[in-house]
């Protein structure tokens, strides 16, 4: 997920040399890359973050930590945003593997996605060239841009995790017996089926209706964090539906299903909270940003 959210920011906001540069070996894979926004101290309020970028002759000085960074252990390239301190907007550059001064930490004890090393990462006055900085990332607003984006991507993870839980938990209900009867016999496995198959095929059309929208150049930031909310927060009730469904098994690694239960959690919650999300359509429909307490200044956030 990291490289293709990367390669989505280089084609979307890189300048022609840095598309020839890093495309073709990021669509084959043959590049790691991961992208790195979030902080410590400032996740759900990214707009605030607080590593900075100092322009010095030829290039820029990174200082600061980033957390959560997918990939960030092991990418060969890592797009990071910091805080130009002339202009106070964010930016963001391109940051090579083994650059000095630059290091990530594996975190540890993840429940879901552990497929996904995530990392923290510590920039100790990390140089980088002027041509690797990103042209089109001028502030926060332009960020969001390619965040909705990305959480359209996002978006259909957990579709393609809640297609695989009803398939196999249809299986497992016609296979396994009690009260000398298959589990699908039951009326209330059966509700608890269909409730599953009634949110995939709803969530297969709001992905789909998002693709549409996308394709046709109007979808706005409000469809996509809709769209990532409201299928993540149906996909978590069918992998839980799903997890009971199997009775103990449901709880076991060896059937799929309690690793797809384990996955949403983390899906729920990256690329904007499930809230964040809700909160950024809120907006949108209101025209009225809740992020913030309303005596504080509103700022736009992840
Ligand atoms: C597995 C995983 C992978 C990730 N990968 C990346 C990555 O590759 N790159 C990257 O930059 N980041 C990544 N992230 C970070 C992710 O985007 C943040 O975790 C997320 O934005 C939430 O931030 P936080 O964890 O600091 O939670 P917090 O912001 O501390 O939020 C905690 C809780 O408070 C709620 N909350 C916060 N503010 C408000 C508000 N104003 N109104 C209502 N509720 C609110 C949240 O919804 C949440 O429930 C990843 C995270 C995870 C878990």
Known sequence: ??????????ALCGSE???QKYLPSLAKFKTVACWGLTEPD???DASALRATATKVEGGWVLEGQKRWIGNSTFADVLIIFARNTTTNQINGFIVKKNAPGLTATKIENKIGLRIVQNGDILLNKVFVPDEERLPSVN???????????SRVMVAW????LCMGVYDMCHRYLKERKQFGAPLAAFQINQEKLVRMLGNVQAIVLI???LCKLYEAGKMTPGHASMGKSWITLRARETVALGRELLGGNGILSDFLVAKAFGDLEPIYTFEGT????????????????SFRPAASTQRSCL
């Open 1 to 10: 997920m990291g490289v293709l959210v990367f390669l989505l920011r280089i």
């Open 17 to 19: 040399a840095q598309k």
């Open 42 to 44: 400032y996740g759900s």
């Open 139 to 149: 502030s926060f607003q332009d960020t969001n841009k390619f965040l909705a984006v």
């Open 157 to 160: 993870q957990p579709i393609g």
């Open 207 to 209: 992905g789909w209706c």
């Open 274 to 289: 499930y809230d964040i999300n809700a909160l950024v359509t809120g907006r949108e429909v209101t025209g009225i940003a």
